[in-house]
């Protein structure tokens, strides 16, 4: 295996175990488990974890009910789901608080004008207990600790149970959705910081968040300050989930201030969500991430593809991250079945994979780069449907970004006209070009 020590084990002539081998057991792993153990292929899933088990990013996109349909589950991710039709915008400028709503009904396409907020211990356990369900063999808790042969024709792996016992197993080809570990992209040096994007976060749970009222009640709140941006998503069992993410030098400015005070003290300079956390009971341990936007050099190589973030992440503002993932296994998936029932070239059919992919990674990162600028949030907060521009912004805000709504022109209206109003308000447009470069040169945020 290129840029590993390990040696090719003699068993590697044997009959592979499995068709695909899957290491991670996240939404993107267990998503593409299940959609080739539905082709009749033989996975077997290795998960380091035993779920349930905390993770961050609750909020879900509408695109993602498709998927939910595809993999038959959509029914219980209603079930254990807080309905969110829209995103309310905070913003104060001058002292004045400024509050706008948008809603997933006012999208291009709005056949699925709705998502859901998720307790992601709940919702990862459904998807993972859905794969073994679907014929995939599962394994948790235990751990890949080194990768004995990978090559186009097939792998092994060394594997590590919770009470110490060694196996390995084999299989013809090779997925790697280990999430942030990104156990191929590290092992193989492929990994590099985004230098177009840094920040940080802190996030926790809380309970007596007050909820707005009606339809508006399971609306993710995003609200901006002058460091960043907070979230606020309102879970079914009326935890809320409560996060920011800042700019790098902003959390160097915490000096030997635990997590859990530099949140709340950061929560106490917003005037927008001060108010509503006023009687908020945190309920875990702050936790806090770092230098968190990277990519890959390489999505796939002979015999194996990067799924989900194993591959990249880049920022949770638009709660793009599990969408992302679910829809990099969803056309991942087709890509290694038809390789594995020897159709056509296995590069060319991952480079199809590949291009996909990275098209609406490309359309989602354009918004997020700039979320923090002075103009994206004055156009956010101030929008306007001329020639369908916000219809079109919504459509990428619900995950809209792979099918064939005509989004392409009025996106590209909303790009000149951000750019316009850069130019006319030039010198704060400048002071934040400056500052994001500054960020993003930093390269130690905890």
Same mark, same amino acid.
């Given at each position: 295996?290129?840029?590993?020590?390990?040696?090719?084990?003699?068993?590697?002539?044997?009959?592979?175990?499995?068709?695909?081998?899957?290491?991670?057991?996240?939404?993107?792993?267990?998503?593409?488990?299940?959609?080739? /153990?539905?082709?009749?292929?033989?996975?077997?899933?290795?998960?380091?974890?035993?779920?349930?088990?905390? +993770?961050?990013?609750?909020?879900?996109?509408? &695109?993602?009910?498709?998927?939910?349909?595809?993999?038959?589950?959509?029914?219980?991710?209603?079930?254990?789901? &807080?309905?969110?039709?829209?995103?309310?915008?905070?913003?104060?400028?001058?002292?004045?608080?400024?509050?706008?709503?948008?809603?997933?009904?006012?999208?291009?396409?709005?056949?699925?004008? +709705?998502?859901?907020?998720?307790?992601? *211990?709940?919702?990862?356990?459904?998807?993972?207990?859905?794969?073994?369900?679907?014929?995939?063999?599962?394994?948790?808790?235990?751990?890949?600790? *080194?990768?004995?042969?990978?090559?186009?024709?097939?792998?092994?792996?060394?594997?590590?149970?919770?009470?110490?016992?060694?196996?390995?197993?084999? /299989?013809?080809?090779?997925?790697?959705? *280990?999430?942030?570990?990104?156990?191929?992209?590290?092992?193989?040096?492929?990994?590099?910081?985004?230098?177009?994007?840094?920040?940080? #976060?802190?996030?926790?749970?809380?309970?007596?968040?007050?909820?707005?009222?009606?339809?508006?009640?399971?609306?993710?709140?995003?609200?901006?300050?002058?460091?960043?941006?907070?979230?606020?998503?309102?879970?079914?069992?009326?935890?809320?989930?409560?996060?920011?993410?800042?700019?790098?030098?902003?959390?160097?400015?915490?000096?030997?201030?635990?997590?859990?005070?530099?949140?709340?003290?950061?929560?106490?300079?917003?005037?927008?969500?001060?108010?509503?956390?006023?009687?908020?009971?945190?309920?875990?341990?702050?936790?806090?991430?770092?230098?968190?936007?990277?990519?890959?050099?390489?999505?796939?190589?002979?015999?194996?593809?990067?799924?989900?973030?194993?591959?990249?992440?880049?920022?949770?503002?638009? *709660?793009?991250?599990?969408?992302?993932?679910?829809?990099? #296994?969803?056309?991942?998936?087709?890509?290694?079945?038809?390789?594995?029932?020897?159709?056509?070239? /296995?590069?060319?059919?991952? #480079?199809?994979?590949?291009?996909?992919?990275?098209?609406?990674?490309?359309?989602?990162?354009?918004?997020?780069?700039?979320?923090?600028?002075?103009?994206?949030? +004055?156009?956010?907060?101030?929008?306007?449907?001329?020639?369908?521009?916000?219809?079109?912004?919504?459509?990428?805000?619900?995950?809209?970004?792979?099918?064939?709504?005509?989004?392409?022109?009025?996106?590209?209206?909303?790009?000149?006209?951000?750019?316009?109003?850069?130019?006319?308000?030039?010198?704060?447009?400048?002071?934040?070009?400056?500052?994001?470069?500054?960020?993003?040169?930093?390269?130690?945020?905890?």
């Amino acid at each position: 295996m290129n840029g590993m020590t390990e040696t090719q084990s003699s068993e590697s002539t044997l009959a592979p175990d499995f068709d695909v081998l899957v290491i991670g057991g996240g939404p993107a792993g267990a998503t593409i488990s299940t959609l080739l /153990a539905k082709r009749g292929r033989r996975v077997v899933l290795i998960e380091k974890e035993q779920h349930p088990r905390f +993770h961050v990013g609750e909020s879900l996109l509408p &695109m993602n009910m498709p998927l939910f349909e595809e993999l038959g589950v959509a029914d219980e991710v209603a079930g254990i789901g &807080m309905r969110k039709d829209g995103i309310d915008f905070y913003a104060n400028k001058e002292g004045k608080t400024k509050h706008t709503t948008i809603y997933f009904d006012e999208a291009m396409d709005n056949t699925y004008p +709705h998502a859901y907020q998720v307790r992601r *211990s709940e919702f990862d356990e459904l998807l993972l207990s859905n794969a073994g369900r679907s014929g995939v063999e599962v394994r948790q808790q235990t751990r890949v600790t *080194s990768m004995n042969r990978l090559e186009a024709d097939g792998c092994q792996a060394a594997l590590e149970d919770i009470e110490g016992r060694e196996s390995t197993v084999s /299989a013809r080809f090779l997925i790697d959705a *280990s999430g942030r570990d990104a156990f191929l992209s590290r092992r193989l040096k492929l990994m590099r910081r985004n230098p177009d994007h840094n920040a940080a #976060a802190l996030f926790g749970h809380f309970r007596n968040v007050p909820r707005p009222e009606g339809r508006d009640e399971g609306n993710i709140g995003l609200h901006w300050f002058e460091h960043g941006w907070f979230w606020v998503i309102p879970l079914k069992d009326g935890v809320t989930s409560v996060g920011v993410v800042c700019w790098p030098e902003y959390l160097k400015t915490r000096g030997d201030m635990s997590l859990d005070d530099f949140l709340h003290q950061t929560i106490a300079s917003s005037p927008t969500l001060s108010p509503i956390m006023e009687s908020a009971e945190q309920m875990v341990e702050i936790q806090g991430t770092g230098n968190y936007s990277y990519w890959s050099d390489r999505l796939y190589g002979d015999g194996y593809l990067l799924a989900g973030d194993a591959f990249a992440f880049v920022d949770p503002v638009f *709660s793009s991250g599990v969408f992302l993932a679910m829809k990099s #296994a969803e056309s991942g998936a087709k890509a290694v079945d038809a390789i594995l029932n020897g159709a056509g070239d /296995a590069n060319a059919l991952l #480079a199809l994979h590949e291009r996909y992919l990275l098209r609406g990674i490309r359309t989602v990162t354009w918004f997020i780069y700039r979320f923090n600028s002075p103009t994206m949030r +004055h156009l956010f907060m101030n929008p306007s449907d001329k020639f369908r521009i916000k219809a079109a912004v919504v459509s990428i805000l619900a995950g809209d970004i792979y099918s064939h709504t005509p989004i392409g022109f009025p996106v590209f209206l909303f790009k000149l006209i951000y750019a316009f109003h850069n130019l006319t308000n030039w010198r704060t447009s400048l002071a934040f070009a400056f500052r994001r470069r500054r960020n993003n040169r930093m390269t130690d945020s905890t």
